[in-house]
């Protein structure tokens, strides 16, 4: 039996168009809501002000918590630092920071001052060799202020960077080579009645903050966030799901706020709902998921929020200990992924550890969306019993689903929209159909097609598709989900290929630890060796060849295979901070690397 949550029912309308297109809505309509963010943060102090608000581990390992009453003291204080800097909003206050209090705090003060914030993925300035996206994210935004959660490890960025006339802040370690300003002054700045009177300007289409996104080629985009967005996505989704609104949610969370899934998502869900978020600094990456491990061992979350990757590494540890196991369990409603596709043999596992544990499984819950969409345009508010369901509209969001080669292509439009690109109206003006629905590039089905409120399922990027030469359309998505399940737990990711071939084929970023497990070798062994190891090689083509029984159509059948030595790279835009890798990126990088796969090389596995 699944556990039961107080879902909102399954509610849609569908309008079909003449040229067989169909729209697809909520027949239910949005409650007032708030007109900006600065009111939640304004009620939850005044209603229960010693709650904790925001939570991260300090330097002795002990949890260090904020309150909601602290935490509107320090962002009026904040806010009024920005005012008596005469910043203006077309001078963003640009972040260069893993999630933090200190963060939340300069974001929220951004809400107040009326000035955007923009937070930026750190490894665009920790991990990239050229920091070419850094610079045109710096360029786009103009900023008049940079904060810096360490000003050492940022200090060599920064470099690259012309900062005449800008102030930079930093929380701990300001760098020697330059000049910063101590985050602590800002919230030692007395706020006064000129924080009121900014926040009484404010409107719902006033700018709070832009999220940088990249497409599958090219530099970052800047999006467009309002109040307007942000605060109907979080009434839409507490409408959906009305449980929230029964008790605090409590959250362990890792996903960056640099993206919308963490930061519009999961941190607004939190502040809208008066719940207690807890930054967990793990990542699904070795080395750093043991910090997530400790800290849902000591914090046990009633929701639980992960990319795929990110409970493709979680998992291992529930199975290996019961005592965490029950732990996490023990007051979850839910289970959520999002960001990309699920392989059903993660949700079977996450099942299992869940009966194990309740006795019962857990409620698992996805949703749809974009940066562009605030996030949220689908939510999943009824029992679903497999990975790829994406829910259905949330109230007020319009979903036109258009015909398109082979595919349904997925367009929305609603109150959670992107009014555009910042300073980009070139792009804006591509983003959106003659009707105003803002072009996604995904393609969906129905779950089933005589009813629709069943809802629908996420069927790749239109552009990731591609045609074989015997004419047959590939689903590249469908096949990267199907491969990675067959390939498990040797295949972390990969990238299906075949266009204008004659037929499908795959290049693997492997699981590196598994390899090693399987061929019984020390976990230093050069990546060469374990990809020729037999043991290795018989585990992937067997289990490929498995899903090739069940699946034999040239438009299904995976023919080859070729394990990648070096793991995607950001800078050249394969991979994103969640672990979603571009498909397209990675393919236009590494043509050689198709070249060879189609070839007779000995490292090419062959599957029947």
Not at 157 to 182: C, Q, R, W, Y
Not at 323 to 329: A, G, M, T
Request: charged fraction near 20%; include cysteine; hydrophobic fraction near 40%.
């Amino acid at each position: 039996m699944m556990s039961e949550l107080n879902f909102a029912p399954p509610l849609v309308e569908r309008e079909d168009l003449p040229d067989g297109a169909f729209i697809l809505r909520s027949p239910v309509g949005l409650a007032p809501y708030p007109d900006t963010l600065c009111e939640h943060l304004i009620y939850w102090a005044q209603t229960c002000p010693d709650r904790t608000f925001l939570a991260q581990r300090g330097a002795s390992g002990d949890w260090c918590r904020l309150s909601y009453s602290d935490a509107l003291t320090q962002t009026r204080s904040i806010a009024q630092s920005l005012i008596n800097r005469d910043i203006q909003p077309d001078r963003p206050v640009m972040m260069l920071s893993e999630n933090s209090i200190e963060h939340a705090l300069i974001a929220l003060a951004g809400y107040f001052a009326g000035i955007p914030t923009a937070s930026i993925s750190p490894p665009y300035a920790l991990m990239s060799h050229d920091y070419g996206k850094l610079i045109h994210v710096f360029e786009s935004l103009n900023p008049s202020m940079i904060y810096v959660s360490n000003g050492v490890n940022y200090a060599r960025a920064l470099t690259a960077l012309d900062l005449d006339g800008i102030e930079v802040i930093s929380t701990s370690n300001p760098s020697e080579t330059m000049e910063m300003t101590p985050f602590e002054t800002l919230v030692q700045t007395p706020a006064t009645v000129q924080v009121d009177e900014v926040q009484a300007t404010l409107t719902p289409e006033t700018i709070s903050k832009i999220l940088f996104t990249s497409g599958s080629t090219g530099m970052p985009k800047g999006v467009i966030n309002t109040h307007r967005m942000q605060c109907s996505n979080q009434q839409a989704l507490a409408q959906i799901w009305p449980f929230l609104e029964e008790k605090p949610p409590v959250l362990v969370d890792w996903l960056p706020w640099s993206h919308t899934f963490g930061s519009n998502h999961n941190f607004n869900l939190v502040l809208r709902n008066g719940g207690t978020m807890y930054i967990d600094g793990g990542k699904p990456a070795p080395g750093l998921i043991e910090t997530t491990v400790a800290n849902l061992k000591d914090i046990a979350p009633t929701i639980y929020f992960n990319v795929p990757r990110g409970y493709d590494q979680l998992i291992p540890y529930l199975e290996a200990d019961v005592e965490f196991r029950d732990h996490f369990f023990s007051r979850l409603d839910s289970l959520f992924y999002a960001a990309a596709a699920l392989p059903q043999n993660l949700w079977e596992r996450l099942e299992e550890l869940s009966q194990a544990a309740l006795g019962r499984k857990i409620a698992m819950t996805s949703a749809w969306g974009s940066t562009e969409t605030a996030p949220l345009a689908t939510g999943v508010h009824f029992p679903i019993e497999r990975a790829g369901v994406m829910g259905l509209p949330v109230p007020e969001c319009e979903l036109k689903i258009v015909p398109a080669a082979d595919k349904l292509e997925i367009r929305v439009r609603g109150p959670n929209v992107t009014p555009g690109y910042y300073r980009r109206p070139e792009l804006t003006r591509k983003a959106f159909d003659e009707d105003g629905f803002y072009l996604i590039g995904d393609a969906v089905k129905l779950a089933d097609p005589q009813d629709p409120t069943q809802g629908v399922i996420f069927d790749g990027r239109v552009a990731e598709d591609f045609k074989l030469l015997t004419g047959s359309w590939v689903s590249a998505g469908n096949i990267r989900v199907a491969a990675i399940s067959a390939g498990d737990p040797i295949i972390q990711d990969v990238v299906v290929t075949g266009h204008d071939r004659n037929e499908i084929g795959l290049l693997v970023f492997p699981n590196i630890p598994a390899l090693g497990r399987i061929a019984g070798l020390p976990g230093d062994t050069i990546l060469p060796r374990l990809f020729a190891n037999k043991a290795v090689r018989n585990a992937l083509r067997n289990g490929l060849a498995q899903h090739n029984k069940v699946n034999p159509a040239s438009s299904t059948r995976i023919a080859r295979v070729l394990m990648m030595q070096e793991p995607p790279d950001q800078d050249k835009n394969e991979i994103t901070d969640k672990g979603y890798i571009n498909q397209i990126a990675v393919l236009a990088n590494r043509t050689d690397l198709v070249e060879k796969l189609y070839s007779q090389d000995s490292e090419v596995l062959i599957i029947n």
